[in-house]
């Protein structure tokens, strides 16, 4: 019915303004009001394939790994795409070894520091050089 799928889905939370009384009802202060959040995952052709209910402090990362694992479709999620709240350095570490890519957009990029991939690949990313340090210490991930 929706043609074939791909492997790739993108995820983000959306805040949904509720009224006091509900019992899962926070103030976020980002969103400027009281809701609950609920977490998304979008496959590429905008086809919802998972869903959740998060505390507006909850970890967006948590909610990213748990969809992308449990998400009740036949479909192997090779990879997520997401913003800079579901992502995180121990989330990278964890869909590594759950075998998937973490995908982030990472807002202030010129800010934070990176890791190359592998140690002999300096010229690998030109455009990339001021952000890529170091290599990633894969023993220390292990």
Known sequence: MWGQGSTAVTSDSTHVRAYDQNLFTEWLSLHGGRGVLIYWHVEKKSLAIHYQLINCTASEVAAMVEGAMQHGTSMVVEANYTDSHGQSEIGLGITRMLN?????EIKRINKVKLCR????????????TPALPRPVRWELIT
């Open 100 to 104: 998937f890519d973490l995908l982030p």
């Open 117 to 128: 991939p592998t140690a002999g690949d300096l010229d690998a990313y030109p455009q990339l």
